[in-house]
Nanobody, 119 residues
Framework: QVRLVESGGGLVQPGGSLRLSCAASGSILSINAMGWYRQAPGKERELVARTISVGNGNYADSVKGRFTISRDYAKNTVYLHMNSLKPEDTAVYYC?????????????WGQGTQVTVSS
């Protein structure tokens, strides 16, 4: 079994910054990709950022230039550095990982962490 544990959410004022962390643990052979998705009330879950390899990152247009995804391969951890936060960034942020275990390849999700941008 694979477990993803997120941390770092909270309340921040517009223009502020937050860093989200997600650590993967369990029967991991290798991780193909890690990323972040978010879901605001009444909206569908959407991709925020995803990384497959060093220096590679795909971003939603709405966060380009403000958010940066990074990954610590040794710790099986992915980070989302969020700057210049806007009220429309308010959502539950979910970590996602495409993992090869010793048995199968599967996709896993974290429990979610709330980010609220408000004055």
């Amino acid at each position: 079994q694979v477990r993803l544990v997120e941390s770092g959410g909270g309340l921040v004022q517009p223009g502020g910054s937050l860093r989200l962390s997600c650590a993967a643990s369990g029967s991991i052979l290798s991780i193909n990709a890690m990323g972040w998705y978010r879901q605001a009330p009444g909206k569908e879950r959407e991709l925020v950022a995803r990384t497959i390899s060093v220096g590679n990152g795909n971003y939603a247009d709405s966060v380009k230039g403000r958010f940066t995804i990074s990954r610590d391969y040794a710790k099986n951890t992915v980070y989302l550095h969020m700057n210049s936060l806007k009220p429309e960034d308010t959502a539950v942020y979910y970590c996602n990982a495409d993992v090869n275990t010793y048995r199968i390849r599967n996709e896993y999700w974290g429990q979610g962490t709330q980010v609220t941008v408000s004055s």
